[in-house]
């Protein structure tokens, strides 16, 4: 196997630009909307987008990757890191260090992408970590860095990147192109499509030991930031994680070839699909407002209780809906009153019920929000799919 950055070409990306150009503009006018909707909220309710779409992708950048970390654990630390009411928990330091990584992302959207940024983004990401030989630097190490999976005995090789001796020099390179393609840059990209190389770009080189699919991502939403001129808050990682198989098979076919139209039209897809989950985030905090100053009062302990753990679930809700058993689980109560206080929730009109006996499931009496699949097409149109 001739990977990418083995090939003559290297780093030389060519790609048919028509096929992205319909997908390029309705992400600069969703971007736009978006942010419109934004500045139309008053400041509790963008804080409260912001702290949710910080930790959301905190959470599932790393889930990514395997690392599963405590949601409530996250978003403290990213409270507290924002200099916003926070519950005071403590946080393990995965959880910290990938809570500040975002925040530095959000905050310095807009500045240059620069060997000091990354080497400070791996130092967050690898606190605590005992593990790795090379933090906060580039790798040095001589053994070949490889993506692989299956057993020890029989791995299967996905890529492997440039040597360790060839970090700098790579490097060097891929900042000089991301600041040439910014939108005040000498060689402008679009938004989509920068994002797109960007991330590929990034990941091919594989420059730390470890974090690189993490990083990656982020560098991929810094373009976009930069592209609309706002943070984005756009739910890049939390799209990624429902089509993970996807992400990982086109990533593994870009890495063959240097003309990678196919990866930026994918990379466009799903893009365009976080949009619509952001848009979506917004929408069911402004209900959540609505439905809290509605039934302000309203509640028993236990229901509040209940109620805001479904709401932490985000806009997809409970998977199956919420039963018997998980108000029994989280209020910590005994299923006669978890029965009667679903009951009384029915009845004031805070949630709705479907289903009989054992299949009854509540959800929350607010609209919903259905998130739909784009798919950027051969002829560049764009789709909207089903799920």
């Known amino acids: 196997m001739t990977w990418n950055w083995q090939q003559a070409d290297w780093p030389d990306f060519t790609w048919d630009s028509s096929r992205l150009a319909a997908a390029e503009e309705q992400f600069l006018l969703r971007g736009g909307v978006f942010l419109g909707n934004l500045e139309h909220l008053n400041e509790a309710s963008r804080e409260q987008i912001t702290v949710d779409g910080l930790s959301a ?20 630390s990213i409270r507290r890191q924002l200099g916003l009411q926070h519950d005071g928990r403590r946080a393990l ?29 791996h130092s967050m990401l690898c606190n605590g970590r005992r593990d790795l030989r090379d933090i906060g630097h580039y790798r040095k190490h001589e053994e070949p860095m490889q993506v ?4 020890l005995d029989k791995p299967r090789v996905h890529f492997s990147a440039p040597a360790s001796s060839q970090m700098q020099t790579e490097m060097e390179r891929f900042l000089e192109w991301f600041q040439e393609s910014a939108p005040n840059g000498s060689a402008p ?59 990982y098979s086109a990533l593994e076919a870009a890495n063959q070839s240097n003309e990678i139209t196919d990866w930026l039209a994918w990379s466009a897809g799903i893009t365009l699909e976080a949009q619509q989950r952001s848009q979506a985030l917004v929408s069911f905090t ?7 100053e509605r039934f302000h009062h309203l509640f028993n302990t236990r229901q509040e209780m209940v109620l805001q753990r479904v709401f932490q679930e985000g806009i ?6 919420l039963s018997a058993g998980n108000y029994t689980s989280i209020a910590k109560t005994s299923p006669a009153t978890a029965t009667r206080d679903l009951g009384d929730l029915v009845e004031k009109g805070a949630l709705r019920k479907a ?23 051969e002829d560049g149109k764009v789709d909207w799919l089903k799920g």
């Open 148 to 151: 692989v999976s299956g057993r």
């Open 93 to 121: 330091a995965a959880e910290n260090g990938i809570a500040e990584m975002m925040i530095d992302l959000f905050r310095n959207s807009q500045s240059a992408l620069q060997k000091g940024t990354l080497c400070a983004w």
């Open 57 to 76: 992708e905190a959470l599932t950048t790393s889930e990514i990757e395997g690392e599963f970390l405590n949601r409530d654990s996250v978003q403290s």
């Open 286 to 292: 402004v209900e959540k407002a609505r439905f809290l």
């Open 189 to 247: 990209l679009p938004g989509l499509t920068r994002s797109g190389i960007a991330h590929l770009f990034f990941v091919s080189i594989h420059p730390f030991e470890d974090g690189n699919g993490r990083m990656g991502r982020a560098i991929a939403e810094k373009a976009l930031a930069q592209s609309l001129g706002e943070p984005s808050l756009i739910a890049l990682a939390s799209t990624i994680l429902q089509r993970r198989r996807a992400y």
């Open 316 to 321: 997809g809700g409970f998977e199956g809906g």
């Open 355 to 377: 289903g009989e006996r054992k299949g009854t499931r509540y959800a929350l009496a607010i609209p919903k929000f259905p998130l739909q699949r784009a798919v950027v097409r």
